[in-house]
């Protein structure tokens, strides 16, 4: 079984699980609970600087926080390593770093030695309105913060040895800020890191609708293709639903509308059906998409 297929079976026995978050009602307000956890071999390419790999750890939990539309409030780091010399500083300046730019602290964590480099991370969050992946309903626009495409560009980079560059790319700045203008008015939200495509069909399952997305309404990375802006992942932009009444330009791009049914790509004036492929761990996992 890969990774899609037991995140259904888990689904069937944790019921409070499918949201980027756990969402723990407390004190009047609600809190915010995630964790991710990151390899060497699948999530950090051949020449991945140390701040790079503390950063990003950090980072793909703060963007849960951001798709739910909340105010992150503290990070803890779990890390495993064979070999920790030359590793541990590069790996905690760059979480710190992400810490600050999110306007939060990492409180603590744990260490360890293992054969592979693992990182665990856990974001504490906050927010009075949680938007969950199922308040989509037909009419809605679909709409994204940014463009598409930075974590392929990096990989492509990466395998040239075009090192500070890819770097660079891969330390993205989760959308919190994005995510707490949206809180007021979208009816569903998550961030993108499996790919656009994958992400479409979680949301139209969680919210009981179709998706339908216009190709050229997609904002790109300059270089990619829109392939890759669909089925490569990890571009943590968020994505989300919003009634059209509600929708200002500086929430976002609008790329599509809510609809009955279906998963659908509209390009070079047809109507398609969008397979449900993307970044996906564990067996079946061909490079990178599944």
Do not use: K
Not at 80 to 87: I, K, R, V
Not at 121 to 129: F, V
Not at 230 to 251: N, Q, S, V
């Amino acid at each position: 079984m890969n990774e899609w297929q037991l995140l259904r079976l888990i689904q069937g026995h944790v019921p409070a699980a499918g949201d980027d978050c756990a969402v723990l009602p407390f004190g009047g307000t609600n809190l915010l609970l995630t964790t991710d956890m990151l390899h060497r071999a699948s999530d950090f390419p051949p020449g991945t600087a140390p701040y790079t790999i503390g950063w990003r750890s950090v980072a793909v939990s703060l963007s849960d926080i951001a798709a739910m539309g909340g105010r992150p409030l503290a990070v803890v780091l779990a890390a495993s390593a064979p070999d920790w010399e030359g590793l541990l500083p590069g790996v905690l300046a760059g979480a710190q770093a992400a810490c600050r730019e999110a306007g939060c602290e990492l409180v603590g964590g744990d260490l360890d030695f293992s054969r592979e480099l693992t990182l665990v991370s856990s974001a504490l969050g906050e927010t009075s309105r949680p938007v969950l992946r199922s308040g989509a309903r037909p009419g809605d626009l679909l709409c994204l913060t940014g463009p598409l495409g930075r974590t392929a560009l990096a990989l492509r980079l990466s395998s040239r040895g075009e090192l500070g560059e890819a770097n660079r790319l891969l330390r993205f700045i989760p959308r919190l800020e994005a995510g707490r203008r949206l809180a007021a008015q979208a009816t569903s939200m998550l961030d993108l890191s499996d790919s656009l495509a994958h992400s479409l069909h979680l949301l139209a399952r969680a919210s009981g609708v179709g998706l339908e997305l216009r190709a050229d309404s997609l904002p790109l990375v300059p270089g990619v293709s829109l392939d890759e802006a669909l089925y490569y992942g990890e571009d943590y932009e968020l994505l989300c639903t919003i009634p059209p009444g509600l929708f200002r330009p500086e929430l976002g791009v609008e790329v599509g509308r809510a609809v009955e049914a279906g998963v659908w790509l509209i390009r070079d004036g047809r109507r398609v059906e969008l397979s449900d492929r993307g970044w996906v761990h564990g067996p079946d996992a061909e490079g990178g998409t599944g």
